[in-house]
């Protein structure tokens, strides 16, 4: 049974906490560094707005276009992906704080190399190496840790 920090007065925050909320400020940067390569991408490309994707036909035909779509989908894949982060990253922090910030800052420089992979124009490049394998496999094991964490909560009251 999880009893970390027992309190009679509610939850009680770790002082290691503060290194969860730390290893979420870069994530707020690579979004905002995704956010500016879209655009520099959709203007090259020449794509509208609210067109989210070039079509099929203007990325076939256009490199610019190929890449735009390259760059949005890495930024939506992330931002498909946040919640889960966000959720177990300051639900298990809350009983194992540097593991939670370690499985963070993993997301996050998986998250730089996934793009630089990607924006190559080949999406096949998004995923390679250990790095994106290790920070799948800590998501995932995160999400089992919050799992855990919630059900102790639930079942125990810890």
Request: net charge positive.
């Amino acid at each position: 049974m999880i009893q970390p920090h027992p309190s009679t007065d509610g939850l009680v925050i770790p002082s290691e906490y503060k290194y969860v909320v730390a290893s979420l400020l870069p994530i707020a940067f690579l979004l905002l560094g995704q956010s500016i390569l879209v655009g520099r991408y959709r203007k090259s490309a020449g794509i509208p707005y609210p067109q989210p994707y070039a079509e099929k036909a203007e990325a076939q035909a256009s490199r610019e276009a190929h890449l735009f779509n390259c760059a949005q989908r890495a930024h939506t894949n992330t931002l498909e992906l946040l919640p889960v982060i966000l959720i177990t990253v300051l639900t298990s922090g809350l009983v194992f704080p540097k593991l939670a910030a370690t499985t963070s800052l993993i997301f996050f420089f998986s998250r730089i190399f996934y793009t630089r992979g990607y924006v190559t124009g080949d999406p096949s490049k998004r995923s390679g190496g250990p790095l994106y394998l290790m920070s799948t496999l800590s998501t995932l094991g995160l999400l089992l840790v919050t799992t855990y964490v919630a059900g102790q909560w639930v079942v125990f009251g810890a």
